[in-house]
């Protein structure tokens, strides 16, 4: 077909790979990709520049050898056609894009290719397949109507009435492709449509048939949980009015191995499963069976159970199928028996008893179920199952066998077994379904297995793809022949067709010395080997046959080009498999047994009784010319058959059958592995149609003249190609003319009788051609409507324009004149906003540094200001301190003169104490010297009272200065304060100038009037300071005189009271010593009266008793023992006065005239001195007190007038007051150091005089 194609577009390939031409290229993934060529193909080229449907650009290199261009894709009018054969350009990527599109665009799962309908196993339940659809196809015309199967049912029927021929549906495809549902709805369109007849349930009963055969030749796969594992064409018979009347099946090839084995994932036939799931049911108990896990034969699989079935319902639809087909109870139970014991006879468990035989233990429980139900003795059964005869020329000797022997023989009886019930069955159904009406006609469907390959395969796809082998020649046949009617009946000459003929790949299975001729030849052979047999066949046909291979790496395989694909057997268990050996003893165990179902199944056929109760005979059925009379005849023989010679005589009879009537063509596809509902793999699909023969038919149809157009139709659709002179009254001649025309080589064409036929891709070039016609007569008549509506465009754009363009400069103009006029403006102001701007700033400048000059320069004068009276009163303080050093120097140089002086004089007055001392004892000199002290102390007293007064006067005016002082300098603070306040109110003003410049003016003004004012108050301040200053030093030097008559008042009043001191302390001294010498004088006077009291003592005695009757009046004079005080002053004193009382009276008593009366005047002088000190010392005391409350408020009031100066006045006030009372300690110092010097001369009775003495100088002070 490439060549085909490769030829055909030699010609016409650089008209049609132009450019935006649209071509398949193939793909790793989709198999075919669509693209577009982007440059145009020239003659010569290697490759073609190409883009996909996604925008990638790509480079197709071309097949140096071939040159091969690729696929063309078909327009698009032809995309989604129900007929595949209608595309123009038929090749894999079209069919595979078409179907596609229909699938899934459109969840359309028929098309037709030519006479085949490809059905797509949509996965899902469509509602297409009722009554009223059934209806909407009876009578209807295939082409008239959308694809269907009830349509292909339809056109057999209709072709069987109309053709009065016998018709078959052969349905083919991959294992759950769909071959059983699409043969289903087949039958039960006829079933609809043709009616019933008398008989009641005819077409009940072949639909009937259906459940039967699936429940036993159905089993669960890893491709289909309803895979049927047998080939099945059944025959729907009808009578002259085309009513079914019975029906008759065959079946081919069934897949025995299923029963003893299956693989993962996968079941036995389903018989035994709806058996096992209804064992728990009182009917089947005797049956003996339980879940099917426990049987070996129903196990293996490990997937007992089917999503969505059951098998307890279905078993109940089998039973009630048989029923319906008069399959009593009796038989069911009989079948089932049989299947039960197949399932014990599989857990039959054969043991080892040596290397050379088994054994079967006893009471085996299964092997007794096994043969309690089938009616034969456990022991023959046991035997058998572990022994078998070997029969030689002469004798016969039964030898043990080896377990795993054995255990085949078992599996091998199993299998025999169940395809003699299966026939059996079939056989039955078959009598079930069989008529005395003659028959008229029938329509056969055909159920069988389509083209396999698998990774190993072996005698099964062997004889499948046999089958299919035969079937597609078949296929071939027919649509060749189909052709060659049509091209006679157009009048064409029909060697134009050339075809592809399997019958070489036939030849080679079947023909003498082929496949099956050698397979039977080695399987007689004693010694004969799968190996053996694989030799011969390579050593027959690889020289002889180019359709058959070794491969390379294998000696036990080969190879076969199929129609479909290149197909690698292995040649393992190929013999076993064709020989299909039974143990006969076990056989004739079983025919041997009780049970007459058995017996019948291993009748081998002639004499079975009808379960119905018909007998064989009574049936009446006319067999069709197609059946092999000898199929029946030689069943005996059959059965020593090999497998593939009786699957050849099966395939040659169904040939027979199938060539004798009209077949339609049923393909199922199976759109992806996993069962999903409307998905479309195209690997699997393009792998099925390959297998299937939808390919091929298109190749034939191809080959032809595919395309065919009635002159009418050609010349309505190609008229658009025809120019007005060509068009003529007579459509075939213009159709000629044109066609001659456009289509240079007459081969591609042919005229028939009413159809141009043309050959493949043809169609599509008149499509270009059109299309290029079309697309050019389209741009012609855009170009010139583009260019006349452009041109109106143009012109309104443009007058738009010009308007557009005069408005826009007017306003521009007007915009420019009013944007120079704004920017005069602008600049105008802007100059005059400056210009006051930078004033005010200015202005603002200007008063700022006024008042910062004026603030800066009132500092710096306070600062001088400040400086200067800091200056001064720095002089002042040095002049002070000065002062008070000279002072203390001076001090200290007249205390040490005074001292120089104190020293000098007492010198002095110690020669003048002598001298005194004579001149004091006398009385006369005491009186004088008495009367002079008391003037002087009057003068002296007095003295004080005026210095006080003066003092006091001096202070009165003082405090009264100081008042009037503070007074004033209060004013002036105020008003200094006041005139700060104005000052910082101006500073104000003069902050908040900036942003009150109206006010500026009169704030002047006021700021004039306010300096002119400040001025002449700084004026009358500066003549007030001045005045002030001036008062100030007035009154400082009024201080300093006061301070001076202070001091100098101060210095008398010390110097007086020094004078007085001095005067007293040489006073005191000389009266110290006189009253010494007085004391020393009165001690030895004592002493000497001492003398006379002793003396004078007794006398006292004496006169002691006289004495106290005369003194008793005077009783308190005298001191009693008991008043003596521990006081020792006291007690000197009382001693002292005691002594001189006793003195007294002893002188009053002993010498009468001693100067008791002086004594007596001394001591009341004495109290009288001491009485006066003890005044004048509260007296000085009380003015002490005096003077001193009156400084302490003095200095109060002078610190508070007078500030530090006053203070300095009274701390040298304190100063005096202290040296003072220093002077005054240094004076009772020196009188205590006089004392002192005079004590330890006198004695203690001396004491009491001292005290006196002491008393008196204190008085003085
Ligand atoms: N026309 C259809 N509509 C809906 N579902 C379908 C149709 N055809 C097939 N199927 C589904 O696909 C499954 C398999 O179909 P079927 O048993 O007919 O396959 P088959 O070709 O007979 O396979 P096998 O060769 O294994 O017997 C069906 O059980 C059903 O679910
Ligand atoms: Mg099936």
């Excluded at 083919?172 to 043709?194: D, H, I, L, N, P």
């Excluded at 170009?783 to 452009?790: A, D, G, H, N, S």
């Excluded at 008042?851 to 320069?857: D, F, I, K, N």
């Excluded at 009693?1120 to 008593?1149: F, I, M, P, Q, V």
Aim: positive net charge; charged residues 30%; aromatic residues 8%.
């Amino acid at each position: 077909m490439l060549a085909q194609i490769g030829g055909l577009t030699a010609m016409a390939a650089s008209e049609l790979y132009t450019k935006r031409a649209r071509v398949w290229v193939p793909d790793a993934e989709e198999v075919w990709k669509s693209a577009e060529l982007t440059e145009d193909y020239r003659d010569g080229n290697t490759s073609l520049q190409l883009m996909l449907e996604d925008g990638t650009n790509i480079e197709h290199k071309l097949d140096p050898k071939t040159k091969n261009l690729p696929y063309l894709r078909n327009p698009d009018i032809l995309v989604g056609e129900n007929d595949l054969t209608a595309l123009s350009y038929l090749h894999e990527p079209a069919v595979l894009h078409n179907l596609k599109v229909r699938f899934m665009d459109s969840k359309l799962i028929y098309t037709y290719c030519g006479i085949i309908l490809v059905a797509i196993n949509p996965y899902e339940t469509l509602q297409i397949y009722g009554s009223d659809i059934i209806n909407a196809y009876s009578g209807q015309n295939t082409g008239d109507m959308d694809p269907h199967i009830f349509a292909v049912a339809e056109e057999a029927y209709k072709q069987m009435a109309r053709d009065e021929r016998n018709q078959s549906i052969i349905v083919s495809g991959e294992s759950g492709a769909g071959k059983t549902v699409s043969a289903k709805y087949a039958m039960r369109y006829f079933a609809t449509v043709s009616g019933t007849t008398s008989e009641a349930n005819v077409e009940q009963k072949v639909l009937a048939s259906n459940p039967i055969m699936e429940a036993i030749g159905n089993a669960k796969t890893t491709r289909n949980d309803n895979s049927s594992r047998f080939g099945k064409y059944i025959e729907i018979g009808f009578d002259t009015r085309f009513r079914i009347i019975g029906a008759n099946m065959r079946t081919y090839l069934l897949e025995k191995s299923r029963v003893v084995f299956q693989a993962d994932e996968e079941r036995n036939y389903h018989v035994f499963y709806q058996l096992c799931a209804s064992s728990h049911l009182p009917e089947y108990e005797k049956l003996k069976l339980s879940n099917a896990m426990e049987f070996q034969y129903t196990k293996q699989g490990r997937s007992p159970v089917i999503e969505g079935v059951d098998d307890t319902k279905e078993l109940c639809s089998t039973r009630n199928a048989f029923t319906l087909l008069g399959i009593n109870e009796s038989y069911q139970m009989g079948l089932f028996q049989v299947l039960a014991a197949i399932l014990h006879l599989g857990n039959v468990e054969i043991k080892d008893r040596d290397s050379d035989s088994s054994i079967i233990p006893p009471n085996n429980r299964h092997l007794t179920a096994f043969c309690e139900l089938v009616g034969v003795t456990y022991e023959d059964m046991s035997q058998w199952l572990c022994h078998r005869k070997l029969k030689t020329a002469t004798e016969t000797y039964v030898k043990t066998v080896p377990r795993l022997m054995a255990t085949n023989a078992r599996d091998a009886l199993a299998k025999h077994i169940y395809a003699k019930l299966f026939n059996w069955i079939v056989e039955h159904v078959n009598k079930a379904l069989i008529t005395n009406i003659k028959q008229h006609s029938f329509i056969g469907v055909l159920d069988i297995y389509g083209f396999e390959t698998f990774e190993i395969n072996s005698f099964e796809q062997f004889c499948i793809n046999y089958a299919n082998e035969k079937l597609q020649q078949q296929f071939n046949m027919h649509v060749f022949k189909l052709e060659q009617e049509e091209y006679m009946r157009e009048q064409i000459p029909w060697t134009l067709i050339d075809f592809y003929d399997n019958q070489p790949c036939i030849n080679l299975i079947e023909a003498k010395m082929g496949i099956l001729d050698l397979l039977d030849e080695e399987c007689k052979m004693p010694k004969g080997t799968d190996d053996s047999w694989a030799q011969k066949l390579y050593n027959t046909h690889l020289k002889t046959c180019s359709l058959f291979e070794k491969p390379r790496m294998s000696n036990r395989a080969f190879i076969i080009e199929h129609f479909a694909d290149k197909v690698e057997y292995q040649c393992d268990a190929f013999l076993e498999k064709n020989k299909d050996t039974v143990n006969q003893d076990q056989v004739n165990v079983l025919k041997a047994s009780k049970f007459p179902l058995l017996v019948e199944l291993f009748q081998d056929g002639e004499k079975a009784i009808s379960p119905t109760g018909q007998g064989p005979g009574t049936g009446g059925r006319t067999r069709l010319s197609v059946k092999p009379v000898k199929g029946r005849e030689s069943s005996s023989k059959e059965n020593k058959k090999t497998v593939g010679c009786q699957f050849r005589n099966s395939l040659a009879m169904l040939m027979e059958t199938l060539n004798a009537t009209t077949p339609h063509y049923v393909r199922c596809i199976k759109p992806n592995d996993f069962k999903l509902a409307f998905t479309f793999d195209p690997k699997r699909a393009v792998q099925q149609l390959r297998a299937c023969g939808v390919l091929e038919t298109i190749r034939i149809s191809a080959a032809g003249f595919p395309s065919r157009w009635t002159y009418q139709e050609f010349f309505s659709r190609y008229r658009v190609l025809m120019k007005q002179k060509d068009v003529l009254p007579d459509k075939r001649l213009t159709c000629r003319n044109v066609l001659e025309k456009l289509v240079e080589d007459q081969d591609k064409y042919q005229f028939g009788k009413t159809k141009i036929f043309f050959r493949a891709g043809q169609v599509a070039y008149l499509e270009k051609l059109r299309a290029d016609k079309l697309r050019v007569a389209c741009i012609r008549i855009q170009k010139t409507i583009r260019c006349w509506l452009e041109r109106k465009r143009y012109l309104r754009k443009r007058s738009a324009a010009i308007t557009v363009q005069r408005f826009t400069r007017g306003y521009q103009a007007r915009r420019l004149v009013k944007f120079m006029r704004r920017t005069q403006a602008a600049t105008t102001i802007q100059k005059y906003h400056r210009m006051v701007v930078e004033r005010t700033r200015y202005r603002q400048k200007q008063a700022a540094a006024l008042v910062v000059q004026t603030l800066l320069r009132a500092y710096m004068a306070r600062q001088m200001y400040q400086s200067l009276l800091r200056e001064q009163k720095v002089v002042i303080i040095q002049k002070r301190v000065r002062g008070w050093l000279a002072r203390c120097w001076y001090k200290r140089c007249l205390e040490s003169i005074v001292y120089l002086q104190c020293c000098f004089r007492r010198m002095k007055a110690r020669r003048q104490l002598k001298k005194l001392k004579i001149e004091a004892r006398s009385v006369e000199h005491f009186k004088k010297l008495n009367k002079g002290m008391e003037n002087k102390i009057m003068q002296l007293q007095r003295k004080i009272d005026e210095q006080k007064e003066n003092h006091k006067v001096v202070k009165d005016r003082l405090v009264s200065m100081e008042t009037s002082y503070t007074a004033e300098s209060e004013k002036l603070r105020a008003e200094v304060s006041r005139l700060r306040g104005v000052e910082e109110d101006a500073k104000s003003k003069g902050i908040r100038l900036s942003s009150l410049q109206e006010e500026l003016e009169k704030l002047k003004k006021e700021l004039t009037t306010t300096r002119k004012e400040k001025k002449t108050i700084e004026d009358w301040a500066k003549t007030y300071r001045e005045e002030m200053e001036k008062m100030v030093s007035e009154l400082k030097k009024q201080n300093g005189t006061l301070t001076k008559d202070n001091n100098d008042l101060n210095r008398m009043i010390q110097e007086q009271s020094q004078q007085m001191t001095d005067k007293m302390a040489h006073a005191i001294v000389q009266e110290t010593q006189q009253l010494e010498t007085d004391l020393n004088e009165e001690r030895s006077r004592y002493q000497n009266l001492l003398r006379e009291h002793l003396l004078m003592e007794e006398k006292y005695d004496d006169l002691k008793e006289a004495m106290a009757s005369s003194n008793a009046s005077k009783p308190g004079h005298r001191r009693k023992d008991s008043t003596h005080s521990s006081n020792e002053s006291e007690y000197t004193y009382n001693s002292e006065y005691a002594e001189l009382e006793e003195g007294s009276r002893a002188a009053e008593d002993v010498t009468r005239g001693i100067d008791t009366s002086l004594t007596l005047k001394l001591q009341k002088r004495l109290t009288e001195l001491e009485q006066e000190k003890q005044s004048l010392r509260n007296e000085l005391e009380n003015k002490e007190d005096q003077f001193q409350r009156a400084r302490a408020r003095d200095d109060v009031e002078f610190k508070k007038a007078r500030g530090a100066e006053l203070e300095y006045e009274s701390l040298k006030r304190q100063e005096l007051d202290s040296e003072n009372k220093k002077l005054k300690h240094d004076l009772v110092e020196i009188r205590q150091s006089l004392l002192g010097k005079a004590g330890p001369g006198a004695g203690g009775p001396r004491l009491p005089s001292l005290q006196g003495g002491v008393g008196a100088a204190e008085l003085l002070l």
